[in-house]
Protein backbone atom coordinates (compact mmCIF):
# COMPACT_ATOMS: atom_id res chain seq x y z
CA UNK A 1 0.00 0.00 0.00
CA UNK A 2 1.18 3.43 -1.05
CA UNK A 3 1.11 6.71 0.88
CA UNK A 4 -1.90 7.74 -0.61
CA UNK A 5 -3.91 4.35 -0.17
CA UNK A 6 -3.60 4.80 3.90
CA UNK A 7 -5.39 7.57 4.30
CA UNK A 8 -7.87 7.27 1.91
CA UNK A 9 -8.51 3.47 3.52
CA UNK A 10 -8.91 5.60 6.58
CA UNK A 11 -11.10 7.90 5.92
CA UNK A 12 -13.58 5.11 4.58
CA UNK A 13 -13.16 3.33 7.60
CA UNK A 14 -14.12 6.19 9.68
CA UNK A 15 -17.18 7.46 7.24
CA UNK A 16 -18.66 3.58 7.71
CA UNK A 17 -18.27 3.63 11.76
CA UNK A 18 -19.87 7.05 11.57
CA UNK A 19 -23.14 5.53 9.31
CA UNK A 20 -23.26 2.34 11.66
CA UNK A 21 -23.35 4.24 14.81
CA UNK A 22 -25.37 6.63 13.68
CA UNK A 23 -27.97 4.16 12.36
CA UNK A 24 -28.03 2.07 16.03
CA UNK A 25 -28.46 5.03 17.80
CA UNK A 26 -31.37 6.38 15.70
CA UNK A 27 -29.58 9.52 14.56
CA UNK A 28 -31.59 12.00 12.36
CA UNK A 29 -30.02 11.81 8.38
CA UNK A 30 -28.84 14.80 8.54
CA UNK A 31 -26.77 14.24 11.54
CA UNK A 32 -25.54 10.85 9.69
CA UNK A 33 -24.72 13.08 6.38
CA UNK A 34 -23.06 16.04 8.61
CA UNK A 35 -20.25 13.42 10.34
CA UNK A 36 -19.72 11.41 6.82
CA UNK A 37 -19.06 15.00 5.20
CA UNK A 38 -16.63 15.70 8.10
CA UNK A 39 -14.77 12.76 7.95
CA UNK A 40 -14.36 12.62 4.70
CA UNK A 41 -12.92 16.54 4.60
CA UNK A 42 -10.76 15.28 6.88
CA UNK A 43 -9.72 12.74 4.94
CA UNK A 44 -9.08 14.51 2.04
CA UNK A 45 -6.70 17.59 3.57
CA UNK A 46 -4.48 14.85 4.63
CA UNK A 47 -3.93 13.23 1.72
CA UNK A 48 -3.61 16.57 0.18
CA UNK A 49 -0.59 17.56 2.98
CA UNK A 50 0.89 14.32 2.47
CA UNK A 51 1.26 14.78 -1.52
CA UNK A 52 2.86 18.26 -0.53
CA UNK A 53 5.44 16.91 1.24
CA UNK A 54 6.11 14.22 -1.38
CA UNK A 55 6.63 17.06 -3.68
CA UNK A 56 9.10 19.37 -1.56
CA UNK A 57 10.96 15.75 -1.19
CA UNK A 58 11.55 15.20 -4.69
CA UNK A 59 12.27 18.79 -5.59
CA UNK A 60 15.44 18.81 -2.91
CA UNK A 61 16.27 15.62 -3.94
CA UNK A 62 16.42 16.68 -7.15
CA UNK A 63 18.42 19.91 -6.57
CA UNK A 64 20.72 18.06 -4.87
CA UNK A 65 21.01 15.80 -7.85
CA UNK A 66 21.89 18.47 -10.15
CA UNK A 67 24.49 20.09 -7.90
CA UNK A 68 26.56 16.59 -7.59
CA UNK A 69 26.45 16.66 -11.47
CA UNK A 70 27.72 20.53 -11.84
CA UNK A 71 30.80 19.64 -9.05
CA UNK A 72 31.68 16.39 -11.43
CA UNK A 73 31.99 19.08 -14.16
CA UNK A 74 34.25 21.60 -12.62
CA UNK A 75 37.85 20.58 -13.41
CA UNK A 76 40.01 20.48 -10.67
CA UNK A 77 42.22 24.08 -10.29
CA UNK A 78 45.60 23.33 -9.92
CA UNK A 79 48.05 25.12 -7.37
CA UNK A 80 49.72 28.16 -8.99
CA UNK A 81 53.13 28.01 -10.27
CA UNK A 82 55.79 30.31 -8.82
CA UNK A 83 59.38 31.57 -9.85
CA UNK A 84 61.26 34.26 -8.02
CA UNK A 85 62.77 37.10 -9.94
CA UNK A 86 65.05 39.71 -8.21
CA UNK A 87 68.23 42.12 -8.73
CA UNK A 88 66.65 43.33 -12.09
CA UNK A 89 67.42 46.90 -12.99
CA UNK A 90 64.73 48.99 -14.58
CA UNK A 91 64.84 52.13 -16.69
CA UNK A 92 63.67 55.44 -14.58
CA UNK A 93 62.24 58.88 -15.30
CA UNK A 94 65.91 60.03 -14.52
CA UNK A 95 68.18 57.95 -17.55
CA UNK A 96 71.28 57.60 -15.14
CA UNK A 97 69.17 56.45 -12.14
CA UNK A 98 67.91 53.01 -12.71
CA UNK A 99 65.39 51.06 -9.86
CA UNK A 100 65.95 47.71 -8.69
CA UNK A 101 63.25 45.23 -9.31
CA UNK A 102 62.00 41.61 -7.61
CA UNK A 103 59.34 39.54 -7.12
CA UNK A 104 57.41 36.33 -7.29
CA UNK A 105 55.59 35.59 -10.70
CA UNK A 106 53.04 33.05 -10.16
CA UNK A 107 50.54 32.02 -12.93
CA UNK A 108 48.00 29.48 -14.29
CA UNK A 109 48.48 27.45 -17.50
CA UNK A 110 45.70 27.94 -20.29
CA UNK A 111 44.06 24.87 -21.58
CA UNK A 112 45.51 23.76 -24.72
CA UNK A 113 48.64 26.22 -23.92
CA UNK A 114 51.48 24.34 -25.38
CA UNK A 115 55.14 25.97 -24.61
CA UNK A 116 58.82 24.55 -23.76
CA UNK A 117 58.50 27.21 -20.53
CA UNK A 118 55.47 28.73 -19.30
CA UNK A 119 57.11 29.79 -16.65
CA UNK A 120 59.20 32.31 -18.80
CA UNK A 121 56.16 33.74 -20.29
CA UNK A 122 54.39 34.74 -17.13
CA UNK A 123 57.81 36.22 -16.12
CA UNK A 124 57.59 38.38 -19.49
CA UNK A 125 54.18 39.34 -18.55
CA UNK A 126 55.23 40.55 -15.07
CA UNK A 127 58.54 42.71 -16.19
CA UNK A 128 56.90 44.56 -19.20
CA UNK A 129 54.15 46.05 -16.87
CA UNK A 130 56.67 46.19 -14.39
CA UNK A 131 59.09 48.64 -17.22
CA UNK A 132 55.60 50.79 -18.65
CA UNK A 133 54.85 51.49 -14.66
CA UNK A 134 59.20 52.01 -13.57
CA UNK A 135 59.17 54.87 -17.04
CA UNK A 136 57.10 57.17 -15.38
CA UNK A 137 59.21 56.67 -11.77
CA UNK A 138 61.24 59.18 -9.99
CA UNK A 139 64.25 57.19 -8.18
CA UNK A 140 63.26 58.80 -4.92
CA UNK A 141 60.13 57.75 -4.91
CA UNK A 142 59.46 55.48 -2.11
CA UNK A 143 55.33 55.12 -2.63
CA UNK A 144 56.15 53.65 -6.11
CA UNK A 145 56.75 49.78 -4.42
CA UNK A 146 53.48 49.68 -3.22
CA UNK A 147 51.69 51.36 -6.52
CA UNK A 148 53.48 48.55 -8.35
CA UNK A 149 52.55 45.58 -6.11
CA UNK A 150 48.60 46.34 -6.40
CA UNK A 151 49.22 46.67 -10.13
CA UNK A 152 51.22 43.35 -10.43
CA UNK A 153 48.55 41.73 -7.87
CA UNK A 154 45.98 41.09 -10.57
CA UNK A 155 46.16 38.45 -12.98
CA UNK A 156 46.35 39.31 -16.76
CA UNK A 157 46.23 36.52 -19.83
CA UNK A 158 48.84 36.81 -21.54
CA UNK A 159 49.49 35.48 -25.27
CA UNK A 160 46.72 33.15 -24.11
CA UNK A 161 49.06 30.68 -22.27
CA UNK A 162 49.19 31.81 -19.18
CA UNK A 163 47.38 34.27 -16.41
CA UNK A 164 50.36 36.12 -14.74
CA UNK A 165 50.26 37.91 -11.49
CA UNK A 166 52.77 38.64 -9.35
CA UNK A 167 53.77 38.95 -4.97
CA UNK A 168 56.30 40.24 -3.05
CA UNK A 169 57.21 43.03 -5.13
CA UNK A 170 60.25 45.29 -4.35
CA UNK A 171 60.88 48.86 -6.39
CA UNK A 172 63.80 51.33 -4.97
CA UNK A 173 66.79 52.61 -5.90
CA UNK A 174 70.37 50.48 -5.34
CA UNK A 175 72.80 51.23 -2.77
CA UNK A 176 75.30 53.54 -4.59
CA UNK A 177 72.02 55.25 -6.75
CA UNK A 178 70.54 56.07 -2.68
CA UNK A 179 73.68 57.44 -2.13
CA UNK A 180 73.75 59.74 -5.19
CA UNK A 181 70.12 60.69 -4.73
CA UNK A 182 70.83 62.31 -1.56
CA UNK A 183 74.36 63.68 -2.18
CA UNK A 184 72.02 65.45 -5.16
CA UNK A 185 69.27 66.03 -2.74
CA UNK A 186 71.31 67.75 -0.18
CA UNK A 187 73.17 69.93 -3.11
CA UNK A 188 69.58 70.88 -4.56
CA UNK A 189 68.41 71.97 -0.89
CA UNK A 190 71.93 74.14 -0.59
CA UNK A 191 71.47 75.73 -3.59
CA UNK A 192 68.23 76.89 -3.20
CA UNK A 193 69.00 78.27 0.69
CA UNK A 194 71.91 79.79 -1.16
CA UNK A 195 69.96 81.70 -3.83
CA UNK A 196 67.29 82.52 -1.03
CA UNK A 197 70.01 84.30 0.95
CA UNK A 198 71.22 85.84 -2.34
CA UNK A 199 67.53 86.73 -3.21
CA UNK A 200 67.72 88.37 0.53
CA UNK A 201 70.81 90.32 0.25
CA UNK A 202 69.77 92.22 -2.99
CA UNK A 203 66.40 93.12 -1.58
CA UNK A 204 68.50 94.83 1.21
CA UNK A 205 70.55 96.62 -1.62
CA UNK A 206 67.85 97.60 -3.37
CA UNK A 207 66.40 99.27 -0.96
CA UNK A 208 69.14 100.81 0.41
CA UNK A 209 70.46 101.89 -3.17
CA UNK A 210 67.42 103.13 -4.39
CA UNK A 211 65.11 103.93 -1.85
CA UNK A 212 66.99 105.18 1.37
CA UNK A 213 70.58 106.59 0.03
CA UNK A 214 68.63 107.56 -3.60
CA UNK A 215 68.75 111.00 -2.48
CA UNK A 216 70.35 113.14 0.77
CA UNK A 217 67.07 114.05 1.48
CA UNK A 218 65.71 110.42 1.61
CA UNK A 219 68.45 108.80 3.67
CA UNK A 220 67.87 112.30 5.97
CA UNK A 221 64.18 110.95 6.62
CA UNK A 222 65.12 107.29 6.74
CA UNK A 223 67.09 108.34 9.57
CA UNK A 224 64.36 110.47 11.44
CA UNK A 225 61.85 107.58 10.87
CA UNK A 226 64.26 105.31 12.78
CA UNK A 227 65.02 107.80 15.70
CA UNK A 228 62.64 109.67 17.75
CA UNK A 229 61.63 113.28 17.80
CA UNK A 230 64.13 114.24 20.50
CA UNK A 231 66.81 113.68 17.91
CA UNK A 232 65.22 115.72 15.38
CA UNK A 233 68.14 118.82 15.90
CA UNK A 234 70.63 115.96 15.54
CA UNK A 235 69.67 115.44 12.09
CA UNK A 236 71.49 119.07 10.86
CA UNK A 237 75.11 117.60 12.00
CA UNK A 238 73.85 114.51 9.54
CA UNK A 239 72.95 116.66 6.96
CA UNK A 240 76.49 116.59 5.28
CA UNK A 241 77.46 112.98 6.08
CA UNK A 242 74.33 111.32 4.88
CA UNK A 243 74.79 113.47 1.41
CA UNK A 244 78.42 112.24 1.16
CA UNK A 245 76.78 108.25 1.64
CA UNK A 246 74.19 109.16 -0.80
CA UNK A 247 76.92 110.65 -3.59
CA UNK A 248 78.76 107.47 -2.71
CA UNK A 249 75.67 105.12 -3.27
CA UNK A 250 75.12 107.10 -6.60
CA UNK A 251 78.82 106.88 -8.06
CA UNK A 252 78.73 110.50 -7.71
CA UNK A 253 81.47 111.22 -5.11
CA UNK A 254 83.42 113.53 -6.95
CA UNK A 255 81.28 115.90 -8.58
CA UNK A 256 78.86 116.27 -5.36
CA UNK A 257 81.92 117.03 -2.79
CA UNK A 258 85.39 117.62 -2.45
CA UNK A 259 88.00 115.70 -0.60
CA UNK A 260 88.44 116.83 3.17
CA UNK A 261 91.87 118.43 3.57
CA UNK A 262 93.93 117.24 6.71
CA UNK A 263 93.77 119.92 9.59
CA UNK A 264 97.03 122.04 9.56
CA UNK A 265 99.37 121.68 11.94
CA UNK A 266 99.92 124.13 14.63
CA UNK A 267 103.78 124.21 15.35
CA UNK A 268 104.23 127.01 17.37
CA UNK A 269 101.25 125.43 19.90
CA UNK A 270 103.30 121.98 19.66
CA UNK A 271 106.61 124.03 20.57
CA UNK A 272 105.22 125.97 23.52
CA UNK A 273 103.85 122.44 24.91
CA UNK A 274 106.68 120.88 24.52
CA UNK A 275 108.64 123.80 26.14
CA UNK A 276 106.53 123.55 28.85
CA UNK A 277 108.81 120.61 30.30
CA UNK A 278 112.07 122.61 29.69
CA UNK A 279 114.18 125.25 32.36
CA UNK A 280 113.75 128.84 31.43
CA UNK A 281 117.20 130.12 30.62
CA UNK A 282 119.16 131.86 33.44
CA UNK A 283 116.70 129.82 36.03
CA UNK A 284 118.69 127.22 38.76
CA UNK A 285 119.99 123.85 36.85
CA UNK A 286 119.24 125.21 33.12
CA UNK A 287 123.16 125.60 32.38
CA UNK A 288 123.55 121.87 33.65
CA UNK A 289 120.43 120.77 31.03
CA UNK A 290 122.24 122.83 28.22
CA UNK A 291 125.40 121.04 28.71
CA UNK A 292 123.86 117.71 28.96
CA UNK A 293 121.48 118.06 25.77
CA UNK A 294 124.57 119.17 24.07
CA UNK A 295 126.56 116.49 24.96
CA UNK A 296 123.95 113.99 24.40
CA UNK A 297 122.98 115.73 21.10
CA UNK A 298 126.84 115.54 19.67
CA UNK A 299 127.17 112.39 20.89
CA UNK A 300 124.23 111.50 18.37
CA UNK A 301 126.43 113.31 15.70
CA UNK A 302 124.01 116.09 15.55
CA UNK A 303 126.40 118.76 15.94
CA UNK A 304 124.40 121.75 14.40
CA UNK A 305 121.26 120.78 16.77
CA UNK A 306 123.66 120.77 20.06
CA UNK A 307 124.84 124.81 18.67
CA UNK A 308 121.79 125.70 18.45
CA UNK A 309 121.16 124.43 22.02
CA UNK A 310 123.60 126.03 23.85
CA UNK A 311 122.93 129.10 21.38
CA UNK A 312 119.42 128.94 23.20
CA UNK A 313 120.29 128.86 26.80
CA UNK A 314 123.80 131.12 25.97
CA UNK A 315 126.12 128.30 26.74
CA UNK A 316 129.45 128.18 24.40
CA UNK A 317 131.45 124.62 23.60
CA UNK A 318 133.52 125.03 26.69
CA UNK A 319 130.82 125.84 29.08
CA UNK A 320 130.70 128.91 31.55
CA UNK A 321 132.80 129.49 34.56
CA UNK A 322 130.42 129.63 37.13
CA UNK A 323 129.05 126.19 36.03
CA UNK A 324 130.88 122.97 36.75
CA UNK A 325 131.35 120.28 33.76
CA UNK A 326 128.05 118.04 33.70
CA UNK A 327 130.31 114.69 33.74
CA UNK A 328 132.17 115.95 37.06
CA UNK A 329 128.66 117.74 38.68
CA UNK A 330 126.79 113.98 37.72
CA UNK A 331 129.28 112.11 38.97
CA UNK A 332 130.07 113.92 42.38
CA UNK A 333 126.63 113.31 42.76
CA UNK A 334 126.49 110.26 42.04
CA UNK A 335 124.07 110.55 39.12
CA UNK A 336 125.73 108.77 36.21
CA UNK A 337 125.44 105.33 37.86
CA UNK A 338 129.25 105.03 39.03
CA UNK A 339 128.96 107.16 42.81
CA UNK A 340 132.19 108.61 44.29
CA UNK A 341 135.26 105.98 44.49
CA UNK A 342 136.20 104.35 47.68
CA UNK A 343 139.75 104.87 47.49
CA UNK A 344 139.41 109.03 46.93
CA UNK A 345 139.59 109.20 43.08
CA UNK A 346 136.30 110.27 41.37
CA UNK A 347 134.86 107.84 38.71
CA UNK A 348 136.48 110.15 36.46
CA UNK A 349 139.94 109.23 37.39
CA UNK A 350 141.16 112.16 39.56
CA UNK A 351 142.40 111.80 43.01
CA UNK A 352 141.80 114.04 45.89
CA UNK A 353 144.67 116.68 44.62
CA UNK A 354 143.48 116.98 40.95
CA UNK A 355 142.54 115.13 37.96
CA UNK A 356 144.76 112.20 37.45
CA UNK A 357 146.89 112.21 33.66
CA UNK A 358 144.18 109.80 32.02
CA UNK A 359 141.36 111.88 33.07
CA UNK A 360 143.41 115.18 31.57
CA UNK A 361 143.67 113.57 28.48
CA UNK A 362 140.25 112.66 27.86
CA UNK A 363 139.06 116.14 28.75
Not at 2 to 24: E, K
Not at 110 to 129: F, I, M, Q, T
Not at 250 to 279: C, K, N, T
Not at 332 to 361: K, V
Request: net charge negative; aromatic share 4%; with cysteine.
Amino acid sequence: MTGNHVPAAAGGALAMLAVTVGLLADWPLWGIALLVAAVLGGTALALKAAQDRRLRAWEAEAALRQSEQQQALVPVELPPSGRRVSEVELPSALPNFPLEFACTVHWHTEPDARHGDLGAVAVESVLKRAVEFAKGVQPDDETAGHLLAAELGAPVKWRGLVKAWATGVVLRAPGPERLRLTRARDAHQEQHVWRQRIAAEREVREYYGDEVLASSGSALVWWLAGTDRAAVREAADLVDPLTRLSAVARGELERQSEPIAPEPRDEGAEQARISDFLPEPGTEGSALFADLSARRLLGMDQPERAERWREHYKRDDEGSADVPHAEDALSGAGLNGHGPSTNGTSPNGSGPDGPSPDATARD
